[in-house]
């Protein structure tokens, strides 16, 4: 089988139609950029003469977009039923966003060219024809997603297997099979390209959507069967259930099926690209995506820290460092020696020799958990009662003498927002009061922290909080139970994660603000200032 397998990203035109994400178009500059790094062979950057905005993409990108891995395609459809290509505006337009590589899509399934399109078969086919040989004749290179493909197999395989075979003759490099839908599973579509290139002879693509939540495995399967071109999207963005997660795919034929798509040194930065592009979608990954996720190398069993204390490999199906991940391990109450120990050695400690402190410090986190802590899900909590114990920092930057919060509501039968005033006393190099306003108990509580702190501590200014989470832990008794709370805080390009937990909301959000505080400092060097 070729090795010579197009690496084809859509997040800027597919995955960009997810609900609820939004992008400007200078957060496709920026994705693209990623894209490249990556080291993806070609980036659709969107429908050029459709859509204004990637129109004015196309137009940044000749300029500002300095690709080095990949080359930039324009999307768009054939032309209209009775228009020459030459004619028809929304092919021009495909020409005047000067990208070297042009996808067409077409119609593959009868039914949708009877009624979508409302022309004849025959019409279809000539638009197909006619398009891909004017932009060809016009110097791109032109590839065709066969919309549909695997429903219009079903309907009416003859058809179906014409469409591929006029785009091929008539200069399309490749023809992508499109199951659009997403219905299709694995078995299936082996089956299908399988039995299509056999009877065509074309370079035969794939793009797949997850509505079955197998575009991964059915991509797969159509490489296996084939296919020398995969399309997907960074962390499976898309309409509906999504794309194929292209992370997912290429790791998959890379790791798994020995075909280097990718330079393995582009690779090894899967990981940092997904969280990059993710924060410019402001639509995260899941932290359990495969290969590249926050948790596709965490363990929490206590069993599986023993044995990975013996050798990672024999809970790991893959070396996390291959993607740029690592392996983390997760204390909770299922954690034992093994699990603490090995954390500890992540965050640097050797305590393979110290049981007592072991043995301290599984049971302090037994205990806590029993009472709604959550350790797997705050790092930094963990990592400063870790400290704590071992006594190996100074993590003393200030004692609180007490702290106050007030909410005034009592303007808003005007229509003006209930505010809250929180005090905070405290010492640090001497004893400092100060006062801070929040829309909230909490953000009063963390104006007034800082107010306090800013003067001995002015690093805080690079400290963000940037997520709050608050869980009932025991709903049956309302608002009498008992609350977590978790609070992120970033700084110097990193984020961490603590927690509090108790009765008093208010009170549980305190305990997570001051550790977050107290780890930021520590993790930027700053010393105790007392």
């Known amino acids: 089988m070729t090795t010579d397998v197009h690496v084809y990203d859509t997040t800027l035109r597919d995955g960009a139609q997810q609900e609820g994400l939004n992008l400007s178009v200078s957060d496709k500059l920026v994705i693209a950029a990623h894209l490249d790094d990556l080291g993806v062979g070609f980036i659709e950057g ?76 025959e019409e279809n086919l000539a638009m197909i024809r006619d398009t891909v040989s004017y932009l060809r004749g016009q110097g791109r290179r032109v590839f065709l997603d066969a919309e549909h493909f695997f429903d219009g197999y079903r309907a009416d395989r003859d058809y179906a297997l014409q469409v591929i075979r006029v785009s091929a003759e008539a200069g399309a490099e490749v023809v992508v099979l499109c199951d659009t839908n997403g219905g299709m599973l694995p078995h299936e579509v082996g089956e299908v390209v399988a039995d ?53 795919v290429v790791a998959n034929l890379q790791l798994k099926m020995d075909m280097p798509v990718i330079p393995p040194e582009r690779l090894r930065q899967a990981a940092h690209i997904s969280r990059s592009i993710g924060e410019v979608t ?62 500890g050695r992540e965050l640097g400690f050797d305590l393979a020799d110290q049981r007592d402190v072991l043995g301290t410090v599984v049971e302090r986190v037994k205990d806590l958990e ?58 640090a190099g001497g004893r400092h009061v100060a006062l801070g306003e929040g829309n909230g108990p909490v953000n009063a509580l963390d104006h007034a922290l800082r107010l306090a702190l800013l003067g001995v501590y002015p690093e805080l200014d690079d400290i963000e909080l940037t997520d709050y989470k608050v869980r009932i832990l025991d709903a049956s008794h309302g608002t009498d139970a ?37 780890y930021g400092l520590r993790r930027m060097g700053v010393p105790p200032r007392r």
């Open 482 to 518: 008992i609350t977590r709370v978790l609070i992120e805080h970033t700084g110097t390009d990193e984020t961490w994660s603590t927690i509090g937990v108790a009765a008093n909301i208010v009170e549980a959000s305190w305990i997570a603000l001051v550790d977050g505080i107290v």
């Open 46 to 121: 969107g429908w050029p003469g459709a859509n204004p905005k990637d129109t004015d993409f196309f137009a940044r990108a000749a300029t500002e977009l300095q690709l080095a891995n990949a080359q930039l395609a324009a999307f768009g459809a054939t032309r209209r039923a009775g228009v020459a290509a030459a004619d028809d505006p929304q092919v021009r337009g495909l020409l005047e966003a000067q990208t070297p590589v042009v996808t067409l899509v077409a119609k593959s399934h009868v039914r949708h060219v009877d009624l979508a399109l409302r022309t004849t078969r």
């Open 370 to 427: 029993s009472r709604g802590y959550t350790f797997d899900a705050a790092d930094a909590s963990f990592e400063l009662l870790l400290r704590r114990e071992l006594a190996s920092d100074d993590l003393d930057y200030f004692d609180v003498e007490s702290w106050r919060v007030t909410t005034d509501a009592s303007g808003v039968d005007t229509g003006a927002p209930a505010m809250s005033e929180a005090s905070v006393k405290l010492h």
């Open 282 to 343: 402001n639509v995260p990954a899941t932290s359990r995506q495969p290969y590249v996720g926050a948790s596709a190398f965490a363990h929490k069993a206590g069993l599986h820290a023993s044995a990975i204390k013996v050798d990672a490999d024999l809970y790991q199906h893959q070396d996390p460092a291959a993607v740029g991940n690592e392996m983390r391990m997760l204390v909770s109450d299922m954690a034992g020696r093994a699990s603490i120990e090995l954390k």
């Open 196 to 248: 299509a290139l056999a009877a065509t002879g074309a370079r035969l693509g794939i793009h797949c959507h997850n509505d079955t939540g197998c575009a991964v495995a059915n991509s797969l399967a159509a490489v296996a069967a084939g296919a020398t071109h995969v399309q997907g999207t960074i962390n499976g963005y898309g309409e509906r259930t999504g794309n194929a997660n292209l992370l997912t």
